[in-house]
């Protein structure tokens, strides 16, 4: 019924832990793809002597390759008729995924999104896309991820992760939640992301990590996702523009304040952006005064 699909990459010392929680499941009809991403450590040894022990485990080894690429694999192996991934440094409660395929079930969803142990809400919505849309982009009660979410295979079959860049998820959730008829949420916490310093997405919590790569590929995400939804939402075009201008104006801030070298092309180019579309962004009805006040001190 449900295909959990797992990248591991030199994690020996937590795999186990997310692997566990998985087999810990209290709903049990489900396969677990591992696809060990060429791993130099035991990571993928690991895997398969879990493989041994339970026929749903089939670990596949690939070369080294990005994130993209390595979930692209598990999603080529993935038989079952509802998705979700798990990273190999997190875990999930054990009602993981009897909780996202009840919520979806029962509310006839092609999507199911559940809380975390840092965006945890006692609070349900039903959503259509564009709806689900303007939630994932104010990050609030959920983030771009894919763990946490649920969803129908055949939302996937078009779509393949981008096979270069680190950042895979801010390049593909939009299009998968646009896809949907109908998003169920509900933020109760079933999953837990631990940051930690050899976490991919760090940097999100710890912004002295942040990079002139790191903003090139955000940077380059942002706007393909406000060129792409303002063509399939038009009614919303000023919001998905509002939102990139606000993921710009919180880089600028953190760039000036943090002293953050090499990013001085980038911090050129975003305070030129928010420069010439002043009043759209000021006056627009999302914007945070907060966001006002950094664009005085930092743009303006």
């Known amino acids: 019924m449900i295909s959990v699909i797992m990248l591991t990459y030199n994690r020996e010392n937590l795999v186990s832990r997310a692997i566990e929680s998985i087999l810990a499941q209290t709903y049990q009809d489900f396969e677990f793809i591992i696809v060990d991403n060429g791993s130099t450590d035991r990571s993928g040894e690991i895997a398969e002597g879990y493989a041994v022990k339970d026929r749903r485990i089939q670990v596949i080894h690939r070369r080294r390759g990005n994130i993209g690429a390595g979930r692209n694999t598990g999603l080529d192996a993935a038989r079952g008729e509802y998705l979700t991934f798990i990273d190999d440094d997190d875990w999930a409660e054990p009602d993981f995924l009897e909780f996202l395929l009840n919520l979806l079930e029962e509310n006839h969803a092609d999507i199911s999104i559940c809380g975390a142990a840092d965006k945890a809400f006692d609070e349900k919505k039903i959503m259509t896309p564009e709806e689900a849309l303007i939630e994932l982009m104010w990050r609030k009660r959920y983030n771009m991820a894919f763990p946490t979410k649920l969803f129908r295979r055949e939302l996937a079959d078009t779509l393949r992760f981008p096979e270069d860049g680190a950042y895979d998820d801010i390049a593909l959730m939009y299009k998968l939640l646009a896809g949907a008829k109908r998003v169920a949420y509900h933020g109760l916490p079933k999953y837990t992301f631990y940051r930690h310093e050899g976490n991919n997405s760090a940097w999100t919590t710890n912004h002295s990590l942040l990079n002139a790569a790191t903003l090139d590929e955000y940077l380059g995400a942002y706007r393909t996702r406000t060129e792409w939804l303002g063509r399939l939402f038009p009614d919303s075009a000023p919001a998905w523009r509002y939102f990139e201008w606000s993921f710009m104006i919180s880089m600028v801030e953190k760039v000036i304040r943090l002293e953050i070298p090499g990013c001085e092309r980038q ?34």
């Open 267 to 300: 911090l050129d180019a975003m305070r030129r952006e928010l420069q010439a579309h002043r009043e759209a962004f000021l006056f627009a009805p999302e914007t945070l005064d907060f966001e006002k006040e950094w664009m005085e001190r930092y743009v303006l």
